[in-house]
């Protein structure tokens, strides 16, 4: 497989979706965000790493964050978790509210907004910080020890997030926080408001494609756990748009309004893609074109 050939080609294909789409401006900060900027990277199992374009250039992760936490509080034991969010697709806005009221206050899915809180809630609880948390498990699967949180961007979602704010004092009505719900909120900014390059994001999630192994060999979580955090990306990874995404990649994924998104070949590879226009889902348009030819282009999909 000539994974370097195969990302020119997948970036070839992508060039036309290239500024198209919205580039996400209800955080203001993220609205200066280069529409024609793109980049891929491809990280094995074995050890390669191969990128084209922007690729090692840092973008604004938002909810790719949400793989990682989920991860990390899964590693801690989900029977709790799993009492407190659901894993069923939305069928809803990442931020909607009226679905979270309907249901008593149980979020449908980890990675819409809502679910999010909760596992964030859940590592603070575990972890005492867990928006370092997620930054360092980044910097070390990464080996980018400068990777870190752009305090800007974490400023302007604290300021404008009024929908999380509501999203979260519901929550905590129903008693499905543990924290304060400021608290709460602080750490998911800091985490969703991580800066990190494709090259990161591909060495970071490829924990997900070992099995649940990090670089350094040791465990993160079991080999099941994995597949269930890979499932529930397949499904839930990209919104109301998660059908659309298995249809055209055909593997788990995660978007965030960052513009990038993360993909898993299990047992081979972490891919990530990047470009900031997004269509009306908060998928990146070109990183999901990006994605749909490499998988077309190369066979690998989980299908
Ligand atoms: N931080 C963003 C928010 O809370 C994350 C949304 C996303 O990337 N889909 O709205």
Not at 42 to 64: C, H, K, M, N
Not at 199 to 225: I, K, P, T
Request: proline share 4%; aromatic share 8%.
């Amino acid at each position: 497989m000539n994974y370097q050939d195969l990302l020119y080609t997948a970036m070839r294909d992508a060039r036309p979706a290239i500024g198209q789409g919205r580039v996400a401006d209800y955080i203001p900060a993220l609205a200066a965000a280069d529409p024609q900027a793109f980049g891929m990277a491809l990280a094995t199992v074995s050890g390669e790493v191969y990128g084209v374009g922007d690729w090692e250039r840092p973008f604004s992760i938002q909810s790719i964050s949400k793989v990682f936490s989920l991860a990390l509080v899964l590693a801690h034991g989900g029977d709790y978790l799993w009492k407190r969010v659901g894993r069923e697709p939305s069928g809803n806005p990442f931020n909607s509210l009226i679905q979270l009221e309907a249901e008593g206050g149980i979020p449908r899915n980890p990675f819409i907004n809502a679910g999010a809180l909760v596992v964030t809630d859940r590592l603070q609880t575990l972890t005492g910080d867990a928006g370092i948390t997620v930054r360092d498990f980044l910097r070390r699967e990464a080996g980018s020890p400068a990777l870190d949180t752009d305090r800007n961007v974490a400023f302007s979602e604290a300021v404008n997030g009024h929908r999380n704010a509501a999203l979260a004092h519901f929550m905590a009505s129903c008693d499905n926080l543990e924290n304060p719900v400021d608290t709460v909120l602080a750490q998911y900014y800091a985490q969703c408001a991580l800066s990190a390059s494709c090259r990161d994001l591909a060495l970071a999630g490829l924990f997900l494609a070992r099995h649940g192994v990090l670089a350094d060999g040791s465990r993160l979580l079991s080999g099941s756990e994995a597949k269930k955090v890979n499932a529930t990306l397949l499904t839930c990874g990209t919104y109301d748009a998660a059908g659309e995404f298995a249809y055209r990649v055909g593997l788990p994924g995660k978007s965030g309004v960052g513009g990038g998104i993360l993909a898993i070949v299990p047992g081979r590879a972490a891919l990530c893609a990047w470009s900031p226009g997004l269509d009306s889902a908060g998928n990146s348009m070109a990183a999901v074109a990006a994605l749909d030819a490499f998988t077309t282009h190369s066979g690998l999909s989980v299908f």
